[in-house]
């Protein structure tokens, strides 16, 4: 969806190194999220918020960290990488109307991460 | 939180015939959403269904809702090609707003 997009599509990185992956939506939604998807598996969520003031962590948040710098932009950080976040991450957005018709989510294309 | 399952893992079909997945998840859920996943592309949503629903259709798609045995359907009718992808359910649990919970998707390949 062109609407939420992420960069860059494609890192490949060292061990130890400070890696950041950045979400950017113009579909005007409060609510990004940032989801890890490893083969032949769902994805599991590392960190959502639900506005700019709010940063909650998901099932799997460690190693991880986000920023939220703007209603549109979401960031998520790996401190110091390691070969098992090798995955391919996922930015979503959805509008503040959990529970009702439209409480859809909507994703960027990915950012495919290698860590050696 | 734990996710769901999903069955069969893998399916392959011929064009024209039907796909059935189906889902299984853990929670008291507000509502299931299903979604496709082309290959190492992103979710695309596909349909939701509420937990007061039983059955909800969206053009040649299905789906099917059963919350005393938690777990719900996706049918696809008359499959094309282009259906070929992964499919994901997610739940929507009741007290978890906004929060999705994925299973591990079927694998759904159509040969021409």
């Known amino acids: 969806d062109a609407d939420v997009t992420q960069t860059p599509r494609n890192r490949i990185t060292k061990t130890g190194k400070r890696i950041m992956l950045e979400c950017s939506q113009t579909k005007g939604h409060d609510r990004m999220y940032w989801y890890r998807q490893d083969p032949g598996l769902g994805l599991r969520l590392i960190y959502y918020s639900f506005d700019v003031k709010d940063i909650n962590k998901g099932e799997i948040s460690d190693g991880y960290s986000v920023s939220r710098q703007a209603q549109a932009k979401f960031s998520l950080s790996l401190e110091s990488a390691i070969p098992n976040q090798t995955a391919l991450y996922f930015c979503?957005?959805?509008?503040?109307?959990?529970?009702?018709?439209?409480?859809?989510?909507?994703f960027g294309p990915g950012t495919r991460l290698t860590v050696l | 939180s734990q996710q769901g399952e999903e069955d069969p893992q893998a399916l392959s079909i011929q064009e024209g015939e039907n796909a059935t997945m189906n889902c299984s998840y853990k929670t008291s859920i507000n509502n299931l959403q299903w979604y496709r996943q082309n290959s190492g592309r992103g979710l695309v949503h596909l349909i939701l269904?509420?937990?007061?629903?039983r059955e909800k259709h969206s053009g040649r798609l299905r789906v099917t809702l059963d919350t005393s045995k938690k777990s719900s359907s996706l049918l696809i009718t008359a499959s094309r090609a282009a259906d070929t992808a992964s499919y994901f359910c997610a739940e929507a649990g009741g007290t978890s707003y906004g929060k999705l919970t994925f299973g591990q998707g079927t694998i759904l390949t159509v040969h021409p």
């Open positions: 269904i509420r937990s007061n629903e």
């Open positions: 979503a957005t959805s509008a503040a109307e959990a529970g009702g018709p439209r409480d859809t989510q909507y």
